[in-house]
């Protein structure tokens, strides 16, 4: 046979329950977020670098082309 819970009881072990749902959650989250922050940190600057590189060089191929 089971034992008795109080409501009270097992109000406090649904609060536990949601309360450590919750902080896995968050920790998830702000792994996920520090991980996409620096990715774009890097990256952002890169693709702004090549996509410079390769208008130059299209403007320069094309120039070239003209003389």
């Known amino acids: 046979m089971r034992p008795r819970i109080s409501p009270a ?3 406090r072990r649904a609060l536990l329950f949601d309360a450590l749902a919750a902080a896995g959650l968050a920790a998830l989250v702000l792994g996920l ?4 922050g620096v990715i774009g940190f890097f990256c952002l600057p890169l693709l702004v670098a090549l996509l410079v590189w390769i208008g130059v060089e ?3 191929s094309r120039r070239h082309r003209y003389t």
């Open 9 to 11: 009881a097992r109000a």
């Open 58 to 60: 299209r403007l320069a």
């Open 33 to 36: 977020a520090a991980g996409l």
